[in-house]
């Protein structure tokens, strides 16, 4: 994979935010260029912005989750509305973290299976007794990540993801920035694609 | 064209809703069934939605605009921001249904002309007699038409259009209702095409 990393920002509670970790793999192969995972929090960028989880929104919130089934489904990644929804994500943006600055690899595996764990099996993932759990599942060691988790330096490190987040002017999930273009959307990932294939326009 | 009309719904202020008029031949040969166009007003809906136009929202508000030009390029359609942004277009919206009720097929042109008018000829069609003028540009009695526009009849007439829009849920444009299934914006195009051609799923 030859050319300049692209940015790949995404919150765990959202479902767009899944369906996209579900295709990166894929997509990273049609544009080329690597992607780096940058999980981040959507609750501090709805304060400025006025927003509100889709399903919160009259009108938009019904429509929004008809539309998670069914992107999910043209996308052919396994869905089901969880009982608990929107959730508190920073738990498993912080697991993320951690585990992210001693094995990126595994960072993405983890992320992928908190995902599945929360859009797929209905698990709360806004628990960090449920994150702990599956990092454990994934073979990483779960007193480690537990106590990381209530760590100062985690939570600093953390917030400095989403702030830096912010000043790039990333306000929704997922998130793409490829030379500084930024692509919003699953369905921005088509013309994204594009986009590095022709060199923009 | 065969199957049940699928009812076409977008606001005169809104690009994505200018690129899908550009667009709505060739999808309605693509999907095989008539559509029926309908202008309303998003900005009733804003005040139930808490929306607001895309442009004054922070940070989505400098992104969108950035994504009109990309998004209007990308589907080789003419666009320039216009200088006035956004317009009220309940005068384009009345003379639509005013003209739409003598004539269907010239009503569609004069959305597409006003359209035009407006992100690729920077003329400000919240005028009156900017819509007056363009409308008599495609061979429609002007003198007509702009008595039309302050009569309380043709204001009854829209008003009834956007409530039933609001009734079923339309929240932004373009919107697409097939067989009871909503569409939201240009980038759901292609879905609906695919749930056209599959029953959907």
């Known amino acids: ?10 919150e765990f509670s959202s479902p767009y935010g899944y369906i996209a970790t579900q295709l990166a793999d894929e997509f990273e192969k049609k544009i080329g260029r690597p992607l780096t995972w940058r999980p981040f929090l959507l ?8 927003g509100a989880p889709l399903t919160a929104i009259p009108m938009k919130g019904e429509y929004s989750k008809r539309d998670f089934v069914r992107s999910a489904r043209w996308h052919k990644v396994p869905f089901r509305m969880p009982d608990t929804f929107p959730i508190n994500s920073v738990a498993a943006c912080r ?3 951690w585990l992210n600055d001693r094995d990126p690899q595994k960072a993405k595996g983890l992320a ?7 859009f797929a099996e209905n698990r709360d993932i806004g628990s960090p007794a449920i994150v702990v ?9 779960g007193d480690a990540i537990s106590a990381a988790l209530d760590d100062p330096a985690l939570k600093e490190r953390t917030k400095k993801e989403v702030d830096a987040a912010i000043s790039r ?12 273009e930024p692509f919003w ?8 694609e594009e986009w590095v294939r ?4």
Chains 1, 2 share one sequence.
């Open 112 to 118: 992928k299976t908190l995902y599945t764990a929360f």
């Open 198 to 201: 022709t060199g923009g326009w």
């Open 133 to 141: 759990d599956v990092a454990r599942s994934l073979g990483v060691d």
């Open 169 to 180: 002017g990333i306000f929704g999930s997922p998130f793409f920035v490829i030379d500084g």
């Open 43 to 50: 609750g501090p960028i709805f304060k400025m912005t006025g």
């Open 185 to 192: 959307g699953v369905d921005r990932m088509p013309m994204a």
């Open 95 to 97: 697991a993320f973290y």
């Open 1 to 10: 994979m030859s050319g300049a990393p692209v940015d790949f920002y995404f």
